[in-house]
């Protein structure tokens, strides 16, 4: 049976390192944002995180021309990707 992606917005593939924090405590994480679209994201990160967590997503811009992403977000899924990595999906809340 084929898959049909019922997603709103096309996910486009970025690859790039983000700084996550979770906003209860303060705890930062390096992670790789895999893709992104208008209203989430998928992280790569080295640590599981409880669904539900809201976290800050900082990703910098390469250049002066482009403006830094920072959002406030929901993970809503966690699965192990491999014994040293995890992929969480979450909701964009709000951009900062």
């Not at 491999?82 to 999906?89: F, K, M, P």
Request: net charge negative; aromatic share 6%.
């Amino acid at each position: 049976m084929l898959h049909e992606d019922k997603r709103r917005f096309m996910r486009m593939s970025v690859n790039t390192t983000a700084t996550v924090t979770v906003l209860e405590s303060g705890h930062k994480v390096k992670a790789k944002c895999q893709d992104l679209s208008a209203t989430g994201m998928s992280l790569v990160v080295s640590e599981p995180v409880e669904v539900n967590t809201m976290i800050e997503v900082f990703i910098d811009s390469s250049g002066n021309a482009i403006p830094p992403l920072s959002v406030h977000a929901k993970v809503l899924r966690v699965t192990q990707d491999n014994e040293e990595e995890y992929i969480w999906g979450i909701e964009i809340n709000q951009f900062n």
